[in-house]
């Protein structure tokens, strides 16, 4: 199985959501650097599965770490009408929690593949949902990742 690592306390919060069976798959550089390999990504960014069964889990990490989110529960619990990205940006933690409504997330998780997260086993997203979620994107880094993934 192949072996990822991301930085800080990124384990640690990894550990918090898979103790309380908190759904979500990676995505982001560490998620292409799953499929190629030359790429360095430099935080961790989470797709989490929108339903008030997850925010509960969420919170209850959250409240095991002692975390107090800047955002409400109910972020999670119920699609918005557009995606949300939730920083966790903090000492301790470099990630970014999304939440994208035009996803189906079930379908997303059946084709995801499983990698270690340092000793975590972690769904990453498929590489046409990273190549779903990053064309039309001006962003250089956004850019240069589809052609990572292949699609030129």
């Given at each position: 199985?192949?072996?990822?690592?991301?930085?800080?306390?990124?384990?640690?919060?990894?550990?918090?959501?898979?103790?309380?069976?908190?759904?979500?798959?990676?995505?982001?550089?560490?998620?292409?650097?799953?499929?190629?390999?030359?790429?360095?990504?430099?935080?961790?960014?989470?797709?989490?599965?929108?339903?008030?069964?997850?925010?509960?889990?969420?919170?209850?990490?959250?409240?095991?770490?002692?975390?107090?989110?800047?955002?409400?529960?109910?972020?999670?619990?119920?699609?918005?009408?557009?995606?949300?990205?939730?920083?966790?940006?903090?000492?301790?933690?470099?990630?970014?929690?999304?939440?994208?409504?035009?996803?189906?997330?079930?379908?997303?998780?059946?084709?995801?593949?499983?990698?270690?997260?340092?000793?975590?086993?972690?769904?990453?997203?498929?590489?046409?949902?990273?190549?779903?979620?990053?064309?039309?994107?001006?962003r250089e880094k956004d850019v240069a990742d589809v052609a990572l993934?292949?699609?030129?």
């Amino acid at each position: 199985m192949q072996q990822l690592f991301t930085f800080g306390g990124n384990d640690h919060l990894l550990q918090a959501l898979l103790a309380e069976s908190v759904r979500f798959l990676v995505v982001g550089g560490l998620a292409v650097k799953f499929y190629a390999a030359e790429r360095e990504a430099d935080d961790l960014d989470l797709l989490l599965e929108q339903s008030p069964e997850n925010a509960t889990r969420l919170f209850r990490a959250f409240a095991n770490m002692e975390i107090t989110p800047a955002f409400p529960q109910e972020a999670i619990a119920a699609p918005s009408e557009r995606p949300q990205h939730l920083p966790m940006k903090s000492t301790l933690h470099y990630a970014d929690l999304i939440t994208r409504p035009d996803i189906d997330f079930e379908a997303e998780w059946a084709n995801s593949q499983e990698a270690l997260v340092w000793q975590n086993r972690v769904r990453f997203a498929s590489r046409d949902l990273l190549l779903k979620l990053k064309r039309g994107s001006a962003r250089e880094k956004d850019v240069a990742d589809v052609a990572l993934l292949g699609d030129a």
